[in-house]
């Protein structure tokens, strides 16, 4: 717990994720009392995306009224990992970035002659912002005089200084595909220190660790108490991990956990050293850094935003609960069919970043179609799964945990790999309330998922011969 931290009162969890805002009330048990959510949508600046902070402020301060009548006494923020703010006279200077705005060819290539080999800092090259190094480089060209005098905060640490006016930083934020961490080390890279960003990036503080209380414009406004503190918090897909591990079956074993949502990330936790410079950086394979500062293997693809295209105008969710037995049920005209998809719907992401995306054998079928997509998903999350040497024990946490199509896929895909899911929708928010408490359990257990039917090797060998077939194809 906290130094200061107060062993009685609730607990306000703030999850800013690139496609959803959620605020959530936990007790002090682990119990969440209550969750709000609003749909991020997208907003442009002089004809580029970025993140609304100021809609989502106003939203937060709205939401964190509703709470003035109890006990908080701790709030925590998480976010997306490829978001950074510039800060200028206790200001924000402007609106951040959204990772998915395209950067102009010839600032990403004078960006990309700067960067350190991805054995220093286990970050690909990727694509539009999702380096923030490269938002970094295209900020100080588009607003020269606010950035040589701004301090940057990653955009979890934003909304601690957003609640508190102190401006920190924390290491799985610095540490998610940035460029500007360097792993072995646990220090900024050497490309942040020659370009002087490590010294405007605001001190390094740990994840658990009191920011401060809220700022007493905040309590004004909301209603609550202003002795409530605020940890700097941290990446989202951190939090998911550090909630995976109050699970006996995860905690300090061989384990991976895959997070679904917008992305889907695969997070290794090895049981012995993994040599992260050997991960194959071209197939969207990286590192990140727990809160302990300690490497996790990783991989991950777009799954959600693929799975959301493919279903194209059928608007009901593949994780839907009442569809779950139709959609199992269609699962074997799809096998036998051998009806499939080719990746990759969104280019330069995933395992195969340069496939050409196409159907084989499309069905017409509603059910067919969804339960090809759920296929699909498990076949990619298969691979990267692979990529990262996963093994023993894999934990399906997030909305698409609910896929049964998906996971019982994944599975049958991976015979040795016992595959559990958990609860679908919490995992993030009880992940940082752990920071306060790290003995605590998750409410429930894990429940063991059972193998798809149908022959799914079969299938798969069948898919990735049409994968090689289709990258020769483009190769020629």
């Given at each position: 717990m906290p130094q200061g931290t107060a062993s009685t009162g609730s607990t306000i969890v703030i999850d800013l994720g690139k496609t959803l805002s959620k605020v959530s009330l936990w007790d002090l048990d682990g119990r969440m009392i209550e969750r709000q959510v609003r749909a991020n949508v997208p907003f442009e600046v002089d004809g580029a995306r970025r993140l609304d902070a100021s809609a989502i402020g106003a939203w937060l301060l709205g939401v964190l009224a509703r709470y003035k009548n109890h006990p908080i006494r701790t709030i925590i923020p998480v976010g997306h990992g490829a978001g950074i703010a510039a800060l200028v006279d206790g200001a924000l200077a402007f609106l951040p970035l959204d990772y998915e705005q395209a950067i102009p060819s010839d600032i990403l290539d004078s960006y990309r002659a700067q960067r350190d080999p991805f054995a220093i800092t286990g970050s690909p090259a990727l694509p539009d912002g999702l380096n923030f190094g490269s938002q970094i480089w295209w900020m100080e060209r588009l607003y020269p005089d606010a950035m040589?005098?701004?301090?940057?905060?990653p955009w979890a640490q934003y909304w601690a200084w957003f609640l508190t006016g102190i401006a920190t930083s924390e290491v799985t934020s610095l540490g998610c595909h940035s460029d500007v961490w360097c792993p072995q080390s646990a220090d900024f890279s050497p490309m942040a220190k020659r370009l002087g960003w490590a010294a405007r990036l605001a001190p390094v503080v740990r994840a658990g660790d009191c920011v401060g209380t809220i700022s007493p414009e905040i309590a004004r406004t909301t209603g609550l108490s202003p002795d409530v503190q605020v940890l700097a918090g941290l990446h989202d897909s951190n939090a998911a991990l550090l909630a995976a591990r109050g699970f006996a079956e995860i905690a300090d074993n061989e384990a991976t956990v895959l997070s679904t949502g917008t992305w889907f990330i695969a997070m290794r936790l090895p049981a012995s050293a993994v040599d992260t410079a050997r991960l194959p950086e071209a197939r969207d394979c990286l590192v990140n850094i727990d809160i302990h500062g300690r490497a996790?293997?990783?991989?991950r693809f777009?799954?959600?935003?693929e799975i959301e295209t493919l279903i194209e105008i059928d608007t009901?969710?593949?994780?839907i609960k009442p569809d779950q037995p139709a959609l199992l049920a269609a699962v074997?005209?799809?096998l036998g069919e051998a009806r499939m998809i080719l990746p990759t719907l969104m280019r330069g992401f995933g395992p195969y970043s340069n496939g050409a995306f196409g159907w084989i054998n499309r069905p017409e079928d509603w059910f067919e179609r969804r339960a090809a997509a759920c296929l699909y998903a498990a076949l990619v999350a298969d691979t990267a799964l692979d990529l990262i040497g996963s093994a023993d024990r894999l934990l399906v946490e997030g909305r698409f945990a609910e896929a049964e199509v998906f996971v019982r896929a994944l599975a049958a895909l991976r015979?040795?790999?016992?595959v559990y899911t958990a609860n679908a929708h919490n995992d993030v928010s009880f992940g940082a309330?752990?920071?306060?408490?790290?003995?605590?359990k998750p409410q429930g257990a894990l429940v063991r998922v059972t193998p798809l039917d149908g022959d799914l090797d079969c299938y798969r060998n069948l898919w990735k011969a049409e994968v090689e077939a289709s990258r020769l194809r483009t190769a020629a």
């Open positions: 040589a005098r701004a301090t940057l905060v996790v293997p990783s991989a777009m799954g959600g935003r009901r969710r593949v994780d074997p005209r799809v015979p040795d790999t016992a309330l752990r920071l306060l408490d790290p003995g605590l």
